[in-house]
């Protein structure tokens, strides 16, 4: 059975940093983009970052540029989300989701396009970030 665990999640003050984990079961992420999305109370689900499968390229929402970064251990069959310089902004769930590429190395993302959500074939069912004081 395919997969996608995320962990990490928590309360966290502003300021502050976590890092979450995506983490594949049933089939190996090499083959796979990875997307981290996030979504709000009362808000539509939004991409906030996509890595290819051999970590070639990675892309970000204009909203988290600077403060988060996504990596992948394919050994752990993992994919990271570091979050630094938390806002209350970033207060929500985030859902990390997988598209099969195969061995199609070596290639750019680009926001919301390589990793838009209707393109993604399995996705987690989240970890909820909180960001207060």
């Known amino acids: 059975q395919l997969q996608l665990v995320e962990s990490g999640g928590g309360l966290v003050q502003p300021g502050g940093s976590l890092r979450l984990s995506c983490t594949a079961s049933?089939?190996?992420?090499?083959?796979?983009?990875v997307g981290w999305y996030r979504q709000a109370p009362g808000k539509e689900r939004e991409e906030v970052s996509c890595?290819?499968?051999?970590?070639?390229?990675?892309s970000y929402a204009g909203s988290v540029k600077g403060r988060f970064t996504t990596s992948r251990d394919n050994a752990k069959n993992t994919v990271f989300l570091q979050i630094n310089s938390l806002k209350p902004e970033d207060t929500g769930t985030y859902y990390c989701?997988?598209?099969?590429?195969?061995?199609?190395?070596?290639?750019?993302?680009?926001?919301?396009?390589?990793?838009?959500?209707?393109?993604?074939?399995?996705w987690g069912r989240g970890t909820l970030v909180t960001v207060s004081s």
């Open positions: 989701a997988a598209r099969f590429v195969g061995r199609a190395w070596d290639r750019a993302v680009s926001p919301n396009g390589t990793c838009d959500s209707d393109g993604m074939d399995d």
């Open positions: 049933g089939f190996t992420l090499d083959y796979y983009d």
């Open positions: 890595i290819s499968n051999s970590a070639y390229g990675t």
